[in-house]
């Protein structure tokens, strides 16, 4: 060995005297003599060779004896300690299989919740992070390292509790960055930060309208400063027409609504009737926030316009009518529906229009009862039990009454009359129990009357919840609750006072 390593060193010595010598040689004269260097001569080659034999024989043939020899020695004495660190080691580290199994259990589950928010689009380094630990885990838990394999998944799911906390804040940002490059005019950011927000949550609206308004803004943004250059030029009509055509695609396209602006208050006096037309059209195709834009541009050339004004108030009033007339559309519906709740809403807000509407106020009263009604009857079966007191069976009675005298009832009520018929039938057909005492017990059914002493009594009770009090001198009182159902016989109750004074 130690030849070897002298032939090493003395060939880096050789090989750094012929790199300062070859720096004096030519080109070619470099290359010819590493064509030499290249080429072995048959005698070192066999020398080599022989060489290598020799030590090859020494390795597999005498190192091993000699490695087996004291390694038997070596064995025979600590054999012993091993066997016991390794028993335990081993219990150790499989005592940590059950939290290996259920962390990794835990992981895959939080893995799967947030692919679907997306995390491989706007996390890729930490996802990627996470897979490796995941995977350096799953080769630990391969080998039965167990202890290893819990503390890989424990980090990984620590990394995906830190990303699922930065969801909602990833999302805003998103939705912020995509509003500003669409400000900025940056159609390629606008669209990759909106749909990192797509990815996150699918269903986002304003995500779907951002890159709604991304994909069209090249369009956009020459149509607008095809409008500006038309102002430029004071092209007012045709400079409209291009903002107007932005807007069309993008209606918050804030240049687009300052140029439109801008070339209507812009705009002279001839404009003016044409304006008016364009507008009063608007208005009676019900699109009133147009007409109101058209509206107001003929008050911006003539601010003091008595027909601009009259404009807006007429486009005020066929608003409220138009409003009006679907609310209560949208509200008669809901009646019919059986949709109280809406109807009544429609009609509130009607009236928060016009409050003077002697229609939609008797309408509104009306749904109003309607949803008392519905709700005492709601009530009353809700409180079937108590119905054994006279005084609540009659409301219920009253309440039935009530309803069972509307004419054109819908499913809904049909159904809640018949129900409340049955629970008041149920409630007022008495049942037939048993009291049981000792015949030294006074007995009293609250809101039934004394009993007075008896040892066996048949009574006839409506279903419910009663409440019984024995009283016996020298004892204490005794109190019973019980309830009469109205489908059970041979129910029996025992009233006696049994502890001493």
Do not use: H
Request: with cysteine; charged share 25%.
């Amino acid at each position: 060995m130690k030849e070897i390593m002298s032939e090493e060193s003395e060939s880096i010595q050789s090989n750094d005297n012929n790199a300062e010598k070859s720096e004096k040689k030519t080109i070619y004269q470099q290359r010819l003599d590493r064509r030499q260097e290249q080429t072995v001569r048959p005698i070192i080659a066999y020398a080599l060779l022989g060489s290598t034999a020799l030590i090859l024989i020494l390795v597999v043939f005498l190192l091993p004896r000699m490695v087996n020899e004291d390694q038997a020695l070596t064995t025979n004495q600590n054999s012993n300690e091993t066997i016991e660190e390794q028993i335990q080691l081993d219990e150790a580290v499989l005592a940590q299989k059950p939290i290996a199994q259920a962390l990794l259990s835990e992981l895959l589950a939080k893995i799967d919740e947030l692919k679907l928010s997306g995390v491989q689009i706007w996390a890729q380094s930490e996802w990627k992070t996470i897979n490796t630990i995941q995977q350096q885990g799953d080769t630990a838990y391969i080998n039965r390292s167990y202890d290893i394999a819990a503390e890989s998944y424990r980090t990984a799911m620590q990394l995906l509790i830190d990303l699922e906390v930065t969801v909602p804040s990833i999302l805003q940002q998103s939705l912020n960055q995509g509003q500003e490059a669409i400000l900025q005019e940056n159609k390629p950011l606008a669209i990759s930060n909106y749909e990192t927000a797509l990815a996150i949550d699918g269903a986002n609206q304003l995500a779907k309208a951002g890159l709604d308004r991304a994909l069209k803004l090249d369009k956009v943004i020459a149509l607008s400063n095809q409008g500006k250059r038309l102002a430029e030029e004071r092209e007012w009509v045709e400079s409209i027409e291009a903002f107007q055509a932005a807007l069309a695609i993008d209606s918050n396209w804030k240049p687009a609504l300052e140029g439109l602006t801008s070339s209507i208050v812009s705009n002279d006096e001839e404009q003016f009737q044409l304006s008016l037309s364009e507008g009063y059209a608007l208005m009676k195709e019900q699109k009133f926030e147009e007409a109101e834009v058209f509206f107001r541009k003929s008050l911006s050339i003539v601010p003091d316009s008595k027909e601009g004004q009259q404009a807006i108030e007429e486009l005020e009033i066929q608003r409220r009518m138009v409003l009006t007339k679907s609310l209560k559309y949208k509200a008669l519906i809901a009646e019919v529906n059986e949709e109280w709740d809406n109807a009544e809403s429609y009609y509130e807000t009607i009236l928060s229009l016009d409050p003077n509407i002697q229609e939609v106020k008797d309408s509104l009263f009306r749904v109003r009862q309607r949803i008392k009604l519905i709700n005492q009857m709601i009530s009353f079966v809700a409180k079937a039990e108590q119905l054994n007191d006279d005084k609540l069976f009659s409301q219920a009675q009253a309440t039935l009454n009530q309803a069972e005298a509307i004419l054109n009832k819908g499913p809904e009520l049909i159904e809640q009359v018949s129900q409340m018929q049955q629970v008041l039938k149920v409630a007022s057909t008495p049942v037939q129990v048993t009291l049981i005492s000792d015949q030294k017990t006074n007995v009293v059914i609250y809101k039934k009357g004394d009993f007075g002493l008896f040892e066996r009594q048949s009574v006839l009770l409506k279903p419910g919840i009663y409440t019984a009090k024995g009283m016996r001198m020298g004892y204490r009182d005794t109190t019973l609750r019980f309830k009469v159902n109205p489908n059970q016989s041979d129910q029996s109750f025992t009233v006696i006072c049994r502890e001493k004074i």
